[in-house]
Structure formats: C-alpha cells, structure tokens
C-alpha cells in the first residue's frame, strides 16, 4: 500500500504557526513574571524595600540612624513615624529584636500597604506640604507597576496573550502528524523556556538588596530607573525562575513522550509475524486401545486371469 503524501500546505502552515507560537510565548512569559511580581505580598514588599532605600544613603542595614533611634525609644517608651499619613508606632521590644533593616521596613511597610491599594498620586496626595507632595511623587514614579492597579492591567495583558497562545498551539497540533503532536510543541516550549536556567542560577547567587546607588538630578531619569530596577531585581527575581523553569519542564516532558511512543511504535512495526503451517497437516489421533478398528482393505496391482467360455450347440 503506498505511504500518503502529506500537502506541502500543511507542513508550511506547523512551521509557521510554530514560529507565531515561539514568538508569542516569548512576550507571553516576562508578562507572566510581571503577574507575579506586581501581586499583593511581592508588590507590597517592593514597595516598602524601593521607599526604605531611597531614604537610607548608607544602606538598609547600616546603623548609622538606627542607634540614636533606639536610644530615643529607650529614653521615651516608643517612638512615632508619619509617612504621608500613615503612621507606625515603634516600641522598646521593635528596637530591641528587630534589626535595622527590619525596622526601616516596619515603618515604610505600613505605607507601602497603602501606596499599593491607592496608587502613588493618592498616597502622596496625603502629605502636609506641596515640597512633601512632590518628592513623594518623584519616588513613587517606581513603584508605580507594582501596585493594584498594575498588576490587574497587567493581567489583562497576559489573558489576551494566554488566548493567542492556545489558539497558536491548537494550529501547532492541528498541523502536526503522529507523534509530532508532541515533538512539535514540545521544541517549541523547551527552547522559550530555555533561559529560565539562566534565572534560576542569577536567583541563587543573588542576595538581598542593600542600597541603592544614587544617580543624581542632573543624570536624568534613565540612570534613577536604572538605579531602582538594580535594586528591585534580587526582589522579583524568582517570580522570573518559574513561568520559565515550567515552560521548559512541560516541553522536555512532552519530547520524553513522544519518545517513547515511537520507540514502542517501531518495535511494534518492525517485530516478526508467526510462521504458517506450509503443509496444513493435521495432527493424526492416536487409536485407542481395545477399539475395533476397520478392516484394511488391500488392492492387488496384478491383472484378473482372462475367462474362457466353451462354444454350445449349433442353433437348430
């Protein structure tokens, strides 16, 4: 029987809806990350981490305030911090356990849950002078995807890209034959995927961020960007790590599989069917003992003697 020849169409159109696909998954996972990242506890906890580097020259761990800090609370039991509005108490048992870092983002945190759930022009709205009002907004300006708001833009974004990337991998499948189903997809997802190795080994080198290098005024707004996203980095790395790690881990899966499947397939095709009985012989029953068995009968191969008759009387 002749192999059917698939139509070229359909080998360009999986290419095609493969590369779409790569493309698409590409854009699709720094999105997925930006979801993470922009959530609820991490949104909170860059916010607090990006407000307490911004007003700490020397470090969020240095003690070089922290010191006279605790000797005020010590002297009055406690000590008030207002940050536009939101205000933390401080008592003897903070500054006797927590350390100074701990402490900078105590006082920021309360804020920061604020500044994620308003946004920074209603958090900076409530503080009590114009000079306070701007400077505010002029640190809040990177913090501003990290908040609610953000982040449910930003998954509006990843659901319109999670569909285009469905229905590119349908087409992927749909063109695909056999065992290329699998194969097909799973390239796809495991070279997307691929720098995740690369985020995984920056994520268990890097540590926690200590302080944030100072561009200036005059450097402009690139250099200030630059400087706050090498501070956030350490913090959102890992939401980076796992949208990728996953892609990768479900292509390798899939290409596993597929695999398999056509090992076991060519064993299967290429395995020997049983010889058949060339004579068609049946096997002879055995007699059974005590039975009257049929008399043989013999044919002699010698010719029968001719037969002579004797010549009567003349008719009358």
Known sequence: MAKK?????????????????????????????????TSPTTGRTVI?????????????????DVASLRTRVHANGSEMFSVCGVSVTLTVHDVDTLTARELRLKVFGAFADRLYE???????????????VTKAERDARFVRPFTRKGHEAIGRVLLVLGGVDAVLLGL???????????????LVLTLVGLPGLLFGAFAASSSEPQAMARAGEEAGSLAALGSAAGFVVPLVIHDFVWPYLATLLTGVVLLVIALIGTVIWRVRRTRPAPAADPGGTAETASPTP????PAAVTTSAEPDPPVSVAPGPPPA
């Open 290 to 293: 005590g039975a009257a068995q």
């Open 172 to 186: 992927v499948v749909l063109f695909s034959r056999r065992f290329g189903r699998l194969v097909s997809p799973g």
């Open 118 to 132: 308003v946004g920074p022009g209603a958090a900076a709205s409530q503080c009590r002078d114009d000079a306070g």
């Open 48 to 64: 607090a981490h990006l407000l307490a580097g911004l007003t700490s020259k020397e470090g969020l761990d240095s003690e070089a």
């Open 5 to 37: 020849i698939r139509p070229y169409w359909q080998v360009d159109a999986k290419w095609l809806s493969a590369v779409a696909l790569m493309f698409c998954l590409a854009l699709t996972l720094p999105v997925a990350a930006l979801y993470g990242a």
